[in-house]
């Protein structure tokens, strides 16, 4: 069974000529087909957990171990992590001009399956996916991401999950800047991802909003740049109606 | 894209002049002439020179090239209804889509012994290309090529110089009434080649040009594309591309002279550059003389930086002397490569050169693909790869 675990993971960032420690010790572990959710306000670290974890070069790690079924996935190229089966599900997807969708996707496909799709199941597991995400098949001659809305971004990053099917899946802010139907969609579809049971969720969200579509088994608070609180679904709740509150006060920086 | 990026030591500066004291015009070193003698030697300090290394020139510039007679071959091949001649220096219709504007190509025009003049007869429309080969062999040349369309005429013309060569042309391009012409012009020369040219386009009434300038390789590469036209109605398209090595100048230097109400031009050049001491050169300037009432003109630049060490100066200049216009713009663009979307595509598995390939292939598809050419884009989109495995290999 695919496990992601985390321990004592920290990170810093450059910014304005100075090193800035963003994650003071993270420790969490994800298994396949669990669903954690990651919630904290705006400035926690929890988007620095995501992209330290994909291995974004902005973020250096200055400690920690970070493996995947024991393989150590800091030790990894970003190319190499998406392999071994991370995904981020980016919050700000970038255009890729002169990339047309249906050609980023294959290559990606073809890549972490270690072989080219089959041409004709893959049209069709593409065509699928897409009609399930509610997105116009035109939608795989655009260019990665040019002009599109902020929520035909989202549906984009969730049919990339769905086609590629990793073991653990971070979805980073997934749900912010969505209506309520898109993020119905999009939600449906990390569901499909989920009740495969071959994928570990780790869910980053700022709202409680999107948890009344995806269920959470575990619930944790992030806030200073670490994991402050952790329990289950009801730790939403009491945060749904108490806000942010009780883990800001105390000195730690927003 | 990281657009605002401009590397350091690169320029992108644009203006847009009406009726200033320094325009085209009034910066050349000397009005426009077919004899070298009215040019002065340039030092390197003038306008029009300032870019350009003359000392890698290897004597173009200043009257100590001399032509070796050999090591060049040009040879044409056209289609039935086409007429291709050898003719001498007092033929005609050389000479008649435009004057030299600096001294090499003066040098040129001043130097060569015989000139080819390929001739497209009114109303023919051709469905095979004209192909002129250009092989260097060594060899120091001054060419004139005259390629003429009579009225309502169609044709493509792909033009390929390969090898190495010291090489100073003039081309003319001569559109009849109505007429189209495509010419593709691949500048795939070896690394020691230096080619200055010339290109001056005529356009009549109601004609469409269409230019694809690729320069891939040389030494140093500089070009001057140039359009005027003789009639209202006609349209010019000229599109580049350039990938710049290591090492390598590769200047091109364009005028669209809007002497003619309610014409139309469209300029898109694109390059990358990789390696140290790549150096890209672009220079549009697009004039809308008084009397082009109805003019439509737009020009961009964009220019892909993949590795440091390379430098980029891109000068767009829009000259207008009327307002009463339907459009004119320019833009310029010169960016890094952009981390981010290599982040995107290789947290999608994606290995780092794909990546890469898939980004500047992505940069130049949107631009091949306007050539409307089949066989040529998919020639370019091959050596674009073949550029791109060299330079991430």
């Given amino acids: 069974m695919a496990t992601l675990e985390i321990r004592d993971l920290h990170v810093t960032v450059e910014a304005d000529n100075a090193t800035k420690e963003i994650l003071k010790g993270v420790d969490l572990t994800v298994k396949q087909g669990e669903t954690h959710a990651i919630m904290g306000p705006n400035g926690s670290g929890k988007s620095t957990l995501a992209y330290s974890l994909a291995g974004h070069p902005k973020y250096t790690v200055t400690g920690g171990t970070v493996t995947l079924d024991g393989e150590d996935v800091l030790a990894m190229s ?20 002169g990339v047309s969708v249906s050609n980023f996707l294959r290559t990606s496909a073809t890549a972490v399956r270690g072989e080219a799709p089959k041409l004709r199941t893959w049209v069709k597991e593409v065509k699928e996916n897409m009609e399930r995400l509610h997105m116009d098949p035109s939608f795989a001659e655009r260019n990665v991401n ?94 749904e109606n108490e806000g942010y509150e009780a883990y800001t006060k105390g000195g730690v920086s927003a | 894209m990281a657009e605002q990026n401009i590397p350091v030591g690169s320029t992108t500066a644009g203006s847009i002049a009406v009726a200033a004291e320094s325009t085209v015009a009034t ?86 012994e015989q000139a080819s003049v390929v001739t497209v007869p009114k109303e023919t429309v051709l469905t095979e290309p004209i192909r002129i080969a250009v092989h260097g062999e060594g060899g120091t040349a001054f060419g004139h090529q005259v390629i003429e369309l ?25 559109l009849g009434d109505g007429a189209k012409l495509t010419v593709v012009s691949v500048q795939d020369w070896d690394d020691k080649a230096v080619h200055v040219a010339q290109h001056n386009a005529l356009v009549g009434r109601d004609a469409s040009f269409k230019s694809v300038v690729v320069t891939f390789g040389g030494d140093v590469v500089r070009l001057h594309p140039r359009v005027s036209y003789t009639g209202p109605g006609g ?35 694109k390059g990358a550059l990789q390696g140290e001491g790549a150096h890209a050169v672009w220079i549009g300037d697009v004039l809308i003389e008084a009397k082009a009432e109805g003019t439509d003109t737009y020009e961009m630049n964009r220019n892909l930086v993949l590795t440091d060490g390379s430098r980029v100066d891109s000068v767009p200049n829009l000259e207008i002397e009327t307002g009463e216009i339907v459009g004119a713009g320019h833009a310029s ?61």
């Fill in chain 1, 146 to 239: 040019e002009g599109f809305s902020g929520g035909e971004k989202k549906r984009h990053e969730i049919l990339q999950l769905e086609l590629l099917k990793p073991q653990v899946a971070i979805l980073d802010e997934t749900d912010s800047g969505l209506d309520v139907d898109a993020l119905r969609i999009v939600s449906e579809g990390v569901n499909r991802v989920r009740e495969t049971g071959e994928t570990g969720t780790l869910l980053i969200t700022h709202y409680t909003r999107i948890l009344r579509y995806i269920k959470p088994d575990f619930v944790h608070v992030f806030s200073g740049g670490r994991i402050v609180e952790s329990g289950g679904p009801e730790l939403a709740d009491k945060l």
């Fill in chain 2, 27 to 112: 910066r050349m070193s000397a009005p426009p002439s077919y004899d070298v003698a009215d040019f002065p030697v340039p030092h390197g300090r003038e306008e029009e020179w300032r870019f350009t290394p003359l000392e890698r020139l290897r004597g173009l510039h200043d009257g100590t090239a001399v032509a070796t007679g050999e090591g060049l071959k040009v040879v044409v091949e056209a289609p039935e209804g086409v007429t291709v001649e050898n003719v001498g220096r007092d033929d005609a219709r050389l000479g008649k889509a435009g004057t030299p504007v600096d001294r090499v190509a003066a040098q040129a025009y001043s130097a060569f």
């Fill in chain 2, 150 to 174: 009579g009225a309502f005429a169609e044709a493509l013309v792909v033009i390929d110089h390969t090898g190495d060569a010291v090489l100073a042309a003039n081309i003319d391009y001569v």
């Fill in chain 1, 78 to 97: 970003v190319d190499e992590r998406a392999r071994a089966g991370l995904f981020l599900a980016m919050q700000y997807p970038v255009e890729v001009p």
């Fill in chain 2, 333 to 393: 663009t010169t960016g890094r490569f952009d981390d981010e979307q290599l982040f995107y595509l290789m947290a999608r598995g994606i290995p780092e050169h794909e990546a890469r390939r898939l980004v500047v292939r992505g940069f130049f598809a949107e631009l091949v693909q306007q050539i409307g050419v089949p066989d040529i884009e998919e020639r370019l989109l091959v050596k674009i790869e073949e550029e791109l495995e060299a330079a991430v290999a």
């Fill in chain 2, 235 to 269: 349209e010019a398209e000229l599109f580049g591309l350039y990938f710049t090595d290591a090492g390598q100048h590769q200047e091109h230097r364009l005028l669209v002279d809007h002497n003619t109400p309610h014409c139309r031009s469209h300029v898109v050049y």
